[in-house]
């Protein structure tokens, strides 16, 4: 049996540091230009993809880690480079994690590299849960998905709204309702091909942060798709179906099966942010003059910088802890997955935010990246489950109850 550590093993260490020098090397010195323009940083994506970076064997390594470390190394390095760009890098992972949670292995091999594309031919993957009515409860989603068994086809119609890559992409992962009087059990995940008539972008949002990454509606009418595009089959939706018209209790919903998936590396991201923020104020503070000392030699400034240090490292460990426990199949009672993306959240925010207290005017203006990642910081209490949803699920999980 092994002793326990903490310590990353060489693989990892190595992996971390390659991502960190492209971090620093690639994505940082774009990031205020990508930020001003709101689009999608093709260039970065198209470095990422010659090194390796932007491709589904990486992606692919990552979510069959067995330590379970790698993913949220990548998040957590990347958002330290750029959020906004490391969203674009990192949103068709999202799209993937919809088929791995919900798809049969022959359909994952054949629409996951298909979210990446190649180095000379790149792509995009989406995932679509959200939308107009149905942010937080994902319960009530509006959009349909019929089947016709003489022709073996799925028709989907709806809106989808908030989504990464959205209208862009060049596969989408839906989620839609095939019973509407099941709710979150009556839900279904499809793969739409590039190229299928009926799916477009909606509007383009203009964000507060995060505005390297492109966000956008997605609106399908009388969108076909094929009975192959149903994630899972339609011989396993017949039977969940069946189960739950019965009463009995779905351990597997197509929208949830991917967010307790992904928040790990979500609290991740936000990690990367806060610690960006955390480095730059701390080194402001060594070099800011005031009254002839070192603005870190106040016991103000000092103590502040000792909580955001303090607080990023136990997001950190509340991240590793629930990413370790995913990949060892260990089951989230008390809500791990939630707690580590809900402080991970809370804290990013909260630390870019005394980051610019630190630097007083200088944190406030554009030449600065503090604002920046401030900015960018807000995102992580909303999107993937609001701040109240992540308690809700913690709470239920610790206490048994059906908490509304």
Known sequence: MSEFSLELDDDHAQVQKWLHDFAEGVMRPAAHEWDEREETPWPIIEEAAKVGIYSFD???????DPAGLLMPIINEELCWGDAGIALSILGSTLAVAGIFANGTPEQLMEW????YGSPEKIQLGAFCVSEPDAGSDVSNLRTRAVYDEAT??????GTKTWITNGGIANLHVVVASVDPELRARGQASFVVPGGTPGIRQG????????????TAEVILEDCKVPGSCLLGGKQKLDERL????EGTRSSSQAA???????????GAQAVGIARAAYEYALQYAKERQAFGRAIVENQG?????????????AARLLV???AWMGATKKPFVAGEGSMSKLFAGETAVWVTEQAIQIMGGYGYVRENPVERWHRDSKIYTIFEGTSEIQRLVIARAISGHRIP
């Open 152 to 157: 073996d086809t799925w028709t989907l119609n």
């Open 256 to 266: 949830m099966a991917t967010f307790e998936a992904t928040r790990p590396s979500v």
């Open 112 to 115: 996951a590299p298909q979210c």
């Open 203 to 214: 509007q383009k949002f203009q964000k507060m942060g995060i505005r390297a990454s492109h």
């Open 320 to 322: 590793w802890r629930a």
């Open 301 to 313: 400034i000092a103590f502040k910088l000792a909580d955001m240090k303090t607080a990023i490292d």
């Open 58 to 64: 990486f992606i692919a390594n990552a979510f069959v």
């Open 242 to 245: 069946a189960r739950a018209r």
